[in-house]
Nanobody
Framework: QVHLVESGGGSVQAGGSLRLSCTASGSTYVCMSWFRQAPGKGREGVATLHTSGEGFTYYRDSVKGRFIISRDSAKNTIYLQMNSLQAEDSAMYYC?????????????????????WGQGTQVIVSS
């Protein structure tokens, strides 16, 4: 288990930008992902990377070209830069991590594959 702390959510008008941050406890490289959940909907993966820098970054189709996931391994922190935000991006955003997923298999996965979760940060996009 790893302790995750998120920040950076808020309210923005459509077309605007927000950056989310998630800092993980410990210093071991880990597979980390951003998920989101809108009211009445299931939790869906948004973007994934491995903090070692091995492997690739992955995105759900609806955010490709708009969102960027990145890492600062020295700070054990990942970011989600969200640009050109749309009303349908409104949701609670969660950071997730799991040490058991190796870099070679750190891709878009079901939320059930991750065992450590942050508290969530709200993103509201008004049209």
């Amino acid at each position: 288990q790893v302790h995750l702390v998120e920040s950076g959510g808020g309210s923005v008008q459509a077309g605007g930008s927000l950056r989310l941050s998630c800092t993980a406890s410990g210093s071991t490289y880990v597979c980390m992902s951003w998920f989101r959940q809108a009211p009445g909907k299931g939790r869906e993966g948004v973007a994934t990377l491995h903090t070692s820098g091995e492997g690739f970054t992955y995105y759900r189709d609806s955010v490709k070209g708009r969102f960027i996931i990145s890492r600062d391994s020295a700070k054990n922190t990942i970011y989600l830069q969200m640009n050109s935000l749309q009303a349908e991006d409104s949701a609670m955003y969660y950071c997730a991590a799991d040490y058991s997923i190796p870099a070679s298999r750190c891709w878009m996965r079901s939320h059930t594959d991750f065992h450590s979760w942050g508290q969530g940060t709200q993103v509201i996009v008004s049209s």
